[in-house]
């Protein structure tokens, strides 16, 4: 017997529970799925995980992204792009079940928390398996290039256009790196001066511990 309020509170939209999902709307009548849709939209559980447990590199990173990145509880454009990526919460544009973010969905910020807890978990994860010396770095450091990443992707290291910050990560040239995470700051457009006061925070927080926003 197919339990609905368990079906429904435990939904997240992940890949394997969307498969599922597929397979029982074939086997409910019209009256189980309302029923479910109901329960569904009751408990709030549109895609809202359970946040993982995150480290002291993301717990000070989180400070400086929620400040950067702003909230928002409806979908905007990107910045610079006038179109994507699309952005909701604090700078989501993929929720953890994998879709893009649309114009026109909205979230509350309980959820928008647990989206950017999710990725930067997630990004923590990727830096330390590309970065050689992650494992070297102070917390603070960590945090800071948590930040950057959060903002210009997980997978800058090693990738084109970030061979000066690459090499001096690799290289575990620390004094030179402030400086230059200032070069990744768009020239010339219109996000300018919002990415040199971020770059700034970020090499200030790697560099000492602190960052003014």
């Not at 969307?18 to 397979?23: E, F, G, M, R």
């Not at 990443?149 to 690799?170: M, Q, V, Y």
Request: aromatic share 10%.
């Amino acid at each position: 017997m197919i339990n609905l309020r368990s079906a429904a509170v435990h939904h997240r939209e992940l890949p394997h529970q969307n498969a599922a999902w597929q397979w029982l709307q074939e086997q409910l009548t019209k009256a189980e799925l309302a029923e479910f849709a109901e329960i569904y939209r009751a408990t709030g559980s549109g895609a809202l995980p359970t946040p993982p447990p995150c480290s002291n590199a993301v717990e000070l990173a989180l400070p400086m992204i929620r400040y950067f990145e702003g909230f928002s509880d409806i979908a905007y454009v990107d910045p610079l792009s006038g179109g994507e990526p699309i952005t909701i919460g604090y700078g989501t544009t993929v929720f953890p079940c994998g879709r893009p973010v649309r114009m026109g969905d909205r979230v509350t910020r309980e959820q928008a928390e647990s989206y950017l807890r999710w990725y930067a978990d997630r990004c923590e994860a990727v830096q330390r398996d590309r970065i050689p010396t992650w494992g070297k770095m102070t917390a603070n450091q960590q945090a800071a290039i948590l930040g950057f990443a959060f903002n210009l992707g997980a997978n800058f290291f090693d990738s084109h256009g970030f061979a000066t910050l690459t090499r001096n990560l690799r290289e575990a040239n620390w004094g030179a790196v402030p400086e230059t995470l200032l070069l990744y700051r768009n020239p010339g457009s219109s996000v300018e001066e919002g990415l040199r006061r971020r770059r700034a925070a970020e090499g200030e927080l790697f560099a000492t511990g602190r960052w003014q926003s």
